[in-house]
């Protein structure tokens, strides 16, 4: 079977063009098989990435499929430019930055990726031993920090954070995403775990069961850094008590908006069929059984965030969602 993208097949009209390529090269059940860029192993991005999938392919018998992990948004916004992943999740952040032809390594501006939805917020979360004396970011001048890995929207918003403070150069960033950066922080590894994921985040919340640890309040010195200013899609964010095991306050920070986006070819009714789906009551119900992250989803906030192009698939399920006596009449 061949595992294939819209962006394959140059001129393909689409879903047409992969399920004629699919025919011919003897695919299981005449489906093809979309791959879908999700994250680190352990992370909200992998996780709520394979429950989305597995939505689909429960549901939807037209295509297949299959949920590939990868360091995070900005890799996944390459391998969809690219024809390499059909769909992915990336944070709003990369996305636009993306757009405009900012990121990192001078990659070529991501214009065949377009915006289906707004899926949930994305908080940034500094976590520390609860022995740790350090009880604000500036304390963390000389420390071994784990930002997520390299290509992650983790680790992209995390050096503008500390550079916006002034100490990126004076501390020392650990690209690991959040489970094996907790593990180091457990054995004394790090002296500090940063994360960009809708909460609770499973790997954390399992390592606070075991290992006491202690989240920082960033929201202070982002306002007083300048960050809310040089970074407007982000946005305030409250972690509310005992969202992790000995959380005794609210933890006041920021978050970005996570994005379900997609090759711009990408079919419009297979589009639509899929927004249609997950904000179905049973596909709401389906998703929030699994992930405290899907909690999130609300077509209301459908666009909170996006400042890339909507896919036409996108355009028609939000305005008959948010219009549906204007839609009926169209």
Not at 82 to 89: D, V
Not at 115 to 137: E, N, W, Y
């Amino acid at each position: 079977m061949k595992w294939l993208s819209i962006g394959a097949i140059p001129g393909s009209g689409g879903l047409l063009g992969l399920l004629l390529l699919c025919l011919l090269g003897g695919c299981e059940e005449r489906r093809p098989l979309l791959l879908f860029g999700g994250g680190p192993p352990g992370s909200t991005f992998q996780n709520f990435s394979v429950e989305l999938g597995a939505l689909l392919n429960r549901e939807m018998r037209e295509v297949r499929v299959a949920v590939e992990p990868s360091s995070g948004s900005v890799q996944n916004l390459i391998q969809v430019e690219r024809g390499k992943m059909a769909m992915a999740l990336v944070s709003a952040e990369a996305a636009q930055l993306g757009q405009q032809g900012e990121l990192p390594k001078n990659q070529p501006a991501t214009k065949n990726v377009v915006a289906l939805v707004r899926l949930f917020g994305s908080a940034a979360q500094l976590v520390v031993p609860r022995s740790s004396p350090i009880r604000t970011p500036y304390d963390l001048r000389k420390s071994r920090i784990a930002i997520g890995n390299h290509g992650s929207g983790s680790a992209l918003a995390a050096e503008r954070f500390f550079r916006g403070m002034g100490i990126w150069e004076e501390i020392t960033p650990i690209y690991a995403g959040v489970t094996m950066g907790l593990a180091e922080l457990s054995q004394w590894g790090v002296e500090a775990v940063w994360l960009l994921a809708g909460f609770p985040n499973e790997a954390l919340q399992e390592t606070s069961r075991t290992f006491p640890v202690r989240l920082l309040d960033l929201t202070e010195v982002a306002v007083s850094s300048g960050f809310f200013l040089s970074y407007p899609s982000y946005s305030l964010a409250r972690i509310p008590r005992d969202t992790y095991q000995g959380q005794e306050l609210d933890i006041f920070t920021f978050q970005n908006s996570i994005l379900w986006v997609a090759q711009r070819g990408l079919d419009e009714q297979l589009v639509y069929r899929s927004l249609k789906l997950l904000f179905s009551d049973q596909g709401l119900e389906r998703m929030r059984f699994a992930l405290p992250a899907a909690w999130d989803l609300d077509v209301k906030k459908g666009l909170r965030g996006i400042k890339i192009p909507l896919h036409p698939g996108a355009v028609r399920f939000l305005r008959e969602a948010w219009f549906p006596a204007r839609s009926s009449v169209d």
